[in-house]
């Protein structure tokens, strides 16, 4: 006498997810939302998308006699459970993501200051401004010369002049 338990396949997973309603999407969402509670950093959309894909990844199965609300409820309750657990073990995590979004923002902040600081240096040679624009912006050199209106030997001369002036104001052992 076997005591496993019939389980779906992913197929019939699918099948069964593809004719839900817009009702009962609504009450999932709303099963979704209760569960999250206790979760600051996660939204019930993103629980609710975790279990899914949980679920037709195979990685939940399904057993077939039980209801899909019930059966979902489940697995985005452990979902939850799953998520609070982590954010218990990972206290200092939003320390430490302040600390990294402050460290993001002053090195923002400080390439914009560079880039700005290139940019009035190139001021007095609009071909160089213009090929640094392009670099910046990562187009072809080809894209550059049709709208500067200059040659591949103008390009060339123009593009070396650029770096020469970058630098002598910048360092003298940078390259470009």
Known sequence: MSHEVETLSIEEVARLLSRLRQADHLRLAALAQAWISGCPRREAAELLNEALARVLSGARPWP????LPAFLSQVMRSIASQW?????REPLLNDADA??????????????DLTERMRKALDDDPAGLGIFEHILAQTSRKDVRAELGINETKYDTARRRMIRTLQDQ???????
């Open 170 to 176: 910048f360092s003298p052992g940078w390259t470009l």
């Open 84 to 88: 609070r657990h982590e954010d218990h």
């Open 64 to 67: 077939a006699d039980v209801p």
């Open 99 to 112: 600390m990294r979004d402050d460290s993001l923002t002053t090195m923002n902040h400080d390439l914009a």
